[in-house]
């Protein structure tokens, strides 16, 4: 049981360049969930999935896309990468339950680098 | 919506004592207050969490408080070893619908020297 994984763990980008962050999770999880990490700032939300085939916006989504055509996968895309998207980003998944509760797990982060 | 604000943003204490965070929110409709610790170059792990029903969790050198009426919660670390040394960050869950995502406050970082 590997939790929650993240591909790539480093990468530097051009600005204007694209690119795909990927995510998976073997914990049969509906709730996947993508933040950035800035210092000083938190962990901010960017986007989130309640389920296979449907995403929606989290606090910060300029910028950014995503994808859930798979359960266990949940991708973060950068069309046109920015220096203000030079960040550490994680993913992370929760279970679903009756209640508004819901622990969230997170994966390694995969630290990017817009020059 | 949700508001979490953490205090303070770096504390440094000796190994052996105890070290207490503190963190305030807006939302009165929150009831899940989840704490992280990340260690450098890693992502955050849940380490205790508190509902709204129950006014303190315990769990060995660990402990969460929660005053609803105040809307601030703490985390209690006693007897510190240099292994807590980490940033620790509370979180609470907002009521509007994001998916139960969290909302965090901005961290602590947690230096416990010899």
């Known amino acids: 049981n590997a939790g929650v994984t993240q591909t790539p763990k480093f990468r530097v980008l051009k600005t204007g360049q694209s690119m795909t962050l990927l995510c998976a999770q073997d914990?049969?999880?509906?709730?996947m969930y993508w933040y950035r990490q800035d210092p000083g700032m938190g962990l901010r939300l960017i986007h989130y999935?309640?389920?296979?085939?449907?995403?929606a916006k989290g606090e910060v989504p300029d910028g950014y896309n995503v994808s859930r055509l798979k359960k266990q996968n949940f991708l973060l895309g950068l069309e046109s990468a920015a220096p203000s998207q030079t960040s550490v980003y994680f993913c992370a998944s929760s279970k679903t339950g009756t209640s508004r509760v819901r622990e969230q797990y997170f994966g390694p982060g995969t630290r990017l680098t817009v020059t | 919506g949700e508001n979490v604000e953490q205090h303070p943003s770096t504390l440094s204490v000796q190994e052996g004592d105890s070290a207490v965070i503190k963190c305030t929110y807006s939302?009165?409709?929150?009831?899940?207050f989840p704490w992280y610790k990340q260690e450098l170059g890693k992502g955050p792990q849940l380490i205790i969490d508190i509902r709204s029903n129950v006014g303190e969790k315990k769990d060995q050198r660990i402990a969460v408080t929660l005053n609803k009426t105040a809307k601030h919660f703490s985390l209690h670390i006693t007897e510190t070893q240099p292994e807590d040394s980490a940033v620790y960050f509370c979180a609470a869950n907002p009521v509007r619908d994001s998916g139960y995502a969290l909302n965090f406050g901005k961290g602590t970082s947690l230096l416990v020297t010899p």
């Open positions: 939302d009165s409709a929150s009831n899940y």
């Open positions: 914990m049969n999880h509906e709730y």
């Open positions: 999935s309640v389920g296979e085939g449907t995403t």
